[in-house]
């Protein structure tokens, strides 16, 4: 399930990250969600959408880190 603009992202995500934020989530979930669509590409028994949702964070906390209540620019 792929998103197709910001406003398809979880409420949560969007209720906290930044816009810049949320367009790195976006394209690191559908990268993923398309890369791990094999489930021999996965490890353990996770699902194809917790492994996308897992590689979306990493992607945003590679440039983003949380303060306080809020997702700010490293």
């Given amino acids: 399930m792929p998103y197709s603009s910001k406003r398809d992202l979880p409420d949560a ?3 906290h990250l930044p816009d810049h934020a949320q367009d790195i989530y ?3 979930f559908n990268n993923a969600w398309e ?4 489930p021999k ?3 353990g028994d996770e699902s194809r959408e917790e492994v996308a949702h897992k590689v979306a ?3 945003v906390k590679q440039k ?6 809020e997702w700010v620019e490293k």
Avoid at 35 to 38: I, L, M, N, V
Avoid at 64 to 69: F, H, L
């Fill in 13 to 15: 995500v969007q209720a």
């Fill in 26 to 28: 976006r394209a690191a």
């Fill in 35 to 38: 890369e791990y669509k094999d």
């Fill in 41 to 43: 590409d996965r490890q």
């Fill in 57 to 59: 964070w990493a992607a």
């Fill in 64 to 69: 983003y880190q949380k303060s306080g209540d």
